[in-house]
T-cell receptor, first 111, second 114 residues
Framework: GQQVMQIPQYQHVQEGEDFTTYCNSS?????IQWYKQRPGGHPVFLIQ?????EVKKQKRLTFQFGEAKKNSSLHITATQTTDVGTYFC???????????FGKGTKLSVIP | DSGVTQTPKHLITATGQRVTLRCSPR?????VYWYQQSLDQGLQFLIQ???????AKGNILERFSAQQFPDLHSELNLSSLELGDSALYFC?????????????FGPGTRLLVL
C-alpha cells in the first residue's frame, strides 16, 4: 500500500537549535496530519493540512504541505526540552479516515 | 488527558492465551479506531468501528477481533497470543469537523506476551 517515509529517524539537537522533520510520499496525498508522542505517552494530534502549498503555524512550530501534495515538513524553531518526543506524519485516504503513519522522527533535546 | 480511556494499562500473559482490551471513547464520539504500535512495525491501523458497525479493516490478524457496543465502548480481543503480539495497543476516537477528522488517542494498553 501507499507509504510515507519520514526522515530523519532520529535527531539530537542542542536546546535552542532548530529542528525539521520531513515526510515524503511517492503518490499524491489527500491530506497530511502531524502527531507528537512524548516518551511513554500516546500520539497527540497537532495539525492537519489539506491544501497544496499550505503553511500553518503554531507558536514555534511551522507545518508545510508541498505544492504537489507529496511531501510535508514540520519545523520547530528554538527547540526546548518540552519538545522531546517522536513526531509522526500520517494521512488518511480519500473516503476513509483510518490513518497510515510514518515511522516517526525521534527528537532529543540536549539542555 | 484526551478523554479516551483504555483498560488495562498493562497486561502480561503467556503464549496461547486470550486477552480483551477495553476502550471508552470521548463523550459524543461515534468512531473508534484500534492501532498497534510495535518497535519494528511502528503505528499500524487495525480496525475501525462507527456507531456499532465495523467500518474499515487494516492489518488485523484473524486471531484478533473487535466489537463496539451500544454504549459505544469497544473491545479488542486477541487470541492464541504469540510473542510477536507484544506491543502497545491504542484506541482512538474521533470527531469530525467539516473536512477534518481529529483522532484522539487513549493512553494505550501495553501487552507483554511471555
Amino acid at each position: 500500500g501507499q507509504q510515507v517515509m519520514q526522515i530523519p529517524q532520529y535527531q539530537h539537537v542542542q536546546e535552542g537549535e532548530d529542528f525539521t522533520t520531513y515526510c515524503n510520499s511517492s503518490t499524491t496525498l489527500s491530506n497530511i496530519q502531524w502527531y507528537k508522542q512524548r516518551p511513554g505517552g500516546h500520539p497527540v494530534f497537532l495539525i492537519q493540512l489539506v491544501k497544496s502549498g499550505e503553511v500553518k503555524k503554531q507558536k514555534r512550530l511551522t507545518f508545510q504541505f508541498g505544492e504537489a501534495k507529496k511531501n510535508s515538513s514540520l519545523h520547530i524553531t528554538a527547540t526546548q526540552t518540552t519538545d522531546v518526543g517522536t513526531y509522526f506524519c500520517a494521512y488518511s485516504g480519500a473516503g476513509s479516515y483510518q490513518l497510515t503513519f510514518g515511522k516517526g522522527t525521534k527528537l532529543s533535546v540536549i539542555p | 488527558d484526551s478523554g479516551v480511556t483504555q483498560t488495562p494499562k498493562h497486561l502480561i500473559t503467556a503464549t496461547g492465551q486470550r486477552v480483551t482490551l477495553r476502550c471508552s471513547p470521548r463523550s459524543g464520539d461515534l468512531s473508534v479506531y484500534w492501532y498497534q504500535q510495535s518497535l519494528d512495525q511502528g503505528l499500524q491501523f487495525l480496525i475501525q468501528y462507527y456507531n456499532g458497525e465495523e467500518r474499515a479493516k487494516g492489518n488485523i490478524l484473524e486471531r484478533f477481533s473487535a466489537q463496539q457496543f451500544p454504549d459505544l465502548h469497544s473491545e479488542l480481543n486477541l487470541s492464541s497470543l504469540e510473542l510477536g503480539d507484544s506491543a502497545l495497543y491504542f484506541c482512538a476516537s474521533s470527531v469530525r469537523g467539516g473536512d477534518q477528522e481529529t483522532q484522539y488517542f487513549g493512553p494505550g494498553t501495553r501487552l507483554l506476551v511471555l
